[in-house]
């Protein structure tokens, strides 16, 4: 058997993404949460994830696009036009407030939307990882034939070129990286998110990351996010007996990334 860890990212984007999350937890269909610590909610939702220390590692979803638009971010970090001392500024502030909610410094960063990986801002993670004893979620899978036959195969070889200079830092630092990625989905696909997810993991290396996005629909989630129905349907498939006969059928089982080897 071959071990990944299934992240499902935006804890803290509402209460209906958070409680789907814990849910999941309760059911041991999850192996790690990112959370968006930016909302007021989270200093509520945040602390429940405590039972789950043991059984999942809970990191920190690094956001810089909450009342900025991604573009805008994106155009920035690639033009190295984001200011650096306000973006580790605010990465500090927010690995500061998911500590005080949590008892403890995030296991993991990552990036909501993979800002993480932008000039400015991969600094400034590597740097928050060192100092927390974190480790990082890097987006580098090889680029293959394979991967055309994936979801989304344009941003899985944007993600996987784009982690190349972040997963150089991790190194030189000594901050410990997962060994793959999957989960990239552009959420236009039509295919049932089963069908989805057993392509998405074919062939995943041992110690890869697989993001998912599960959520129950609430008013904060359609007054902050376009995605809806999406996360509705893999929740649904996740807490199905579906989902652990097809992670057995493809030989892998669920992991925390320590119980592994890891860069």
Request: with cysteine; net charge positive.
């Amino acid at each position: 058997m071959r071990n990944i860890v299934l992240c499902a990212d935006d804890y803290g984007l509402s209460p209906g993404v958070s409680r789907a999350i814990r849910e999941l937890l309760s059911k041991r269909r999850l192996t790690a949460t990112s959370c968006m610590v930016v909302f007021p909610e989270f200093a509520s939702d945040g602390p429940l994830l405590r039972p789950f220390f043991d059984q999942a590692d809970i990191g920190l979803h690094v956001t810089l696009t909450a009342g900025r638009p991604l573009s805008s971010v994106l155009v920035k970090g690639w033009l190295r036009r984001l200011d650096a001392r306000a973006t580790r500024e605010g990465v500090d502030r927010q690995v500061d407030t998911f500590t005080r909610a949590m008892g403890r410094p995030p296991a993991y960063l990552d990036g909501h939307q993979h800002v993480h990986l932008l000039p400015g801002a991969r600094e400034a993670v590597v740097d928050a990882a060192k100092r927390s004893g974190a480790y990082l979620r890097v987006t580098r899978e090889p680029v293959t034939l394979a991967m055309l036959k994936r979801p989304a195969p344009v941003d899985s070889v944007y993600l996987s070129w784009a982690s190349r200079r972040l997963a150089r830092l991790a190194r030189q630092h000594d901050v410990r990286t997962n060994t793959g990625f999957r989960g990239v989905r552009s959420f236009k696909e039509r295919a049932p998110f089963r069908e989805l997810f057993r392509t998405m993991i074919d062939g995943a290396a041992n110690g890869s990351i697989v993001m998912c996005h599960p959520g129950h629909v609430d008013e904060t989630l359609t007054s902050r996010d376009p995605i809806h129905r999406q996360r509705e349907d893999e929740f649904a498939y996740l807490a199905s007996d579906d989902f652990p006969r097809d992670l057995e059928a493809a030989g892998f089982q669920l992991s925390r990334l320590d119980q592994h080897s890891a860069e």
